[in-house]
């Protein structure tokens, strides 16, 4: 069974930190791409990250660059989103997608709010 799993959302002031993770089961993960999306209430998906399968080439949107950081670890079918230095923009939920030329795979989503 094909499963995506998003955690480590939650509550963080202003300027703090927070590590997602996307644990992936049921499909050889590291032969996927991996995206993180995010979404607003009343606002469109945006792109947050984004890695390859095989060297592990990254980038970002706009609104995350020095901010966000992107990594996978292929042994433990995993792929993370360090987000540092968070603002109460960056409040959303954070949707992972694994994707290659045949499939696309989605998680549910993990909640993340940024509120002092």
């Known amino acids: 069974q094909v499963q995506l799993v998003e955690s480590g959302g939650g509550l963080v002031q202003p300027g703090g930190s927070l590590r997602l993770s996307c644990a992936a089961s049921g499909f050889t993960f590291s032969s996927y791409a991996v995206r993180w999306y995010r979404q607003a209430p009343g606002k469109e998906r945006e792109l947050v990250a984004a890695i390859t399968s095989a060297v592990g080439s990254t980038k970002y949107g706009d609104s995350v660059k020095g901010r966000f950081t992107i990594s996978r670890d292929n042994a433990k079918n995993t792929v993370y989103l360090q987000m540092n230095s968070l603002k109460p923009e960056d409040t959303a939920m954070y949707y992972c997608?694994?994707?290659?030329?045949?499939?696309?795979?989605w998680g549910q989503g993990t909640q993340v709010t940024v509120s002092s």
């Open positions: 997608n694994a994707l290659n030329s045949l499939y696309d795979y």
